[in-house]
């Protein structure tokens, strides 16, 4: 059932993008992913559990791209900076994960809320771990830093914090129309260079420490 599983979380992402969570009706859902409403109430038990199902995803998946954007042969250094400037471009075309970064949630978003006390657990295993909770906006940080591993995770950390700074204050339209890196658009030459010159200040300090 994971394909079901999967092609119902793409309908509901899909219907986010034209209405808000409030008006995604279920039964909708069931005929746009192609399976009967039975199956997505299995899956998922009702909305709510939709809903964390969803968010639980938009985590996995950015976390995924960190560990693959951290694995590129490549300068550990410039490893860092691609995952700051992957999150800025994520965070801006994926509403959700934008709202998981920076806690920023909206009436048109499927806000996780958790379970009801004493509610028996979703039989299916990727759904008792969505049932869990997403993590908070500082847990999904330290989870990006932990994957860069012991040595790196603070630069890492520091990258993606940076990156959040854009997410929350976006460099206006006329400054970001400068010239900008053609790997990458909407962080702006200035910011590239101070993290790139952080981390260099951790990664050749003896003690790996940031003055």
């Not at 192609?34 to 809903?51: C, D, I, M, P």
């Not at 920023?104 to 809320?113: D, G």
């Not at 509610?119 to 997403?134: H, K, L, M, S, T």
Request: charged letters at 20%.
């Amino acid at each position: 059932m994971a394909h079901a599983r999967e092609a119902l979380l793409d309908a509901a992402l899909a219907a986010l993008t034209h209405r808000s969570w409030s008006a995604v009706r279920m039964a909708d859902l069931a005929v746009d992913a192609g399976v009967s409403r039975q199956t997505l109430y299995n899956e998922f038990g009702s909305k709510e559990g939709l809903a964390r199902a969803l968010v639980r995803r938009e985590a996995d998946a950015y976390l995924h791209g960190v560990r693959r954007l951290l694995a590129e042969p490549a300068p550990p250094e410039r490893n860092l900076l691609a995952v700051a400037e992957w999150t800025v471009t994520r965070a801006a075309a994926r509403p959700i994960l934008r709202a998981l970064l920076t806690g920023a949630w909206n009436e048109r978003l499927p806000v996780p809320r958790p379970v009801r006390p004493g509610a028996r657990p979703a039989p299916v295993p990727a759904q008792r771990r969505a049932d869990e909770g997403p993590p908070a906006p500082g847990e999904l940080v330290a989870a990006t830093a932990a994957c860069a591993g012991e040595r790196w995770a603070a630069g890492c950390e520091l990258a993606v914090r940076i990156a959040l700074s854009h997410v929350v204050a976006p460099v206006p339209p006329v400054v970001a129309q400068c010239e900008v890196p053609e790997s990458w658009s909407p962080m702006t030459p200035a910011m590239t260079r101070l993290i790139e010159t952080i981390l260099s200040v951790e990664t050749t300090s003896p003690r790996k420490i940031i003055p």
